[in-house]
């Protein structure tokens, strides 16, 4: 098995004063750092995606803003490989398939935000390609839903997403555990 690190959408905007606070990004960003320190002392292939949106009436990883930036507890290194992406699904509309090929990835590490949006479209697709996964879910973050006049708090959300995902999509586990296996 040749595993890489995908970081989704660790970025400014989802950070207390950016403009989509999530609950719990500076936690799950210092677990995303934890992996993504522990993949390059391996020297490990990493690929950070950055959101930048581009459809009418965004608010939010505008371009040219603070907040479209990665945030700085994973921010990437010079000879990193960063993608941008306008979609959800880091694979859509990006070069990151023909990217893991090139390095004989099978096996994808993925850590980011938002659990219930871009990390599910991502860690689906990835399966639906042939990876097989492994989500670190304590380095994921997302923020509370609502449905019709119910309000979803964030920990369920999440909590819905990863159990959703655990199983046939991804292994799901905390971010110390995964680094412990690359370590063997």
């Known amino acids: 098995m040749k595993p890489a690190l995908i970081i989704i959408d660790i970025q400014n905007d989802y950070f207390p004063g950016g403009k989509m ?11 995303a750092a934890k992996l993504l320190e522990a993949f390059r002392a391996k ?30 507890n994973v921010a990437p290194r010079t000879a990193e490989t960063v993608l941008q992406k306008h979609f959800p699904n880091s694979f859509r ?7 893991l090929h090139a390095l004989g990835a099978d096996h994808l590490v993925i850590a980011g935000m938002m659990t219930h949006m871009c990390v599910d ?13 492994s989500l670190a879910h304590d380095a994921c ?26 199983g046939l999509y991804a292994k799901v586990q905390n971010a110390a555990a995964i680094a412990a296996e690359l370590a063997i």
């Open 43 to 72: 020297g490990l292939p990493l690929v950070h995606i950055q959101h930048v949106s581009n459809r009418p009436g965004a608010s939010f990883f505008l371009p040219d803003t603070e907040g479209v930036n990665v945030h700085a």
């Open 93 to 99: 509309g990006t070069k990151l398939l023909e990217h």
């Open 121 to 133: 479209a991502t860690t689906r697709a990835a399966f639906d390609l042939g990876f097989s996964c």
């Open 21 to 31: 606070e999530l609950e719990g990004s500076s936690e799950a960003s210092l677990q």
């Open 141 to 166: 973050a997302t923020r509370a839903l609502a449905f019709g006049d119910e309000r979803v708090p964030a920990a369920q959300v999440h909590a819905a997403f990863v159990a959703a995902l655990a």
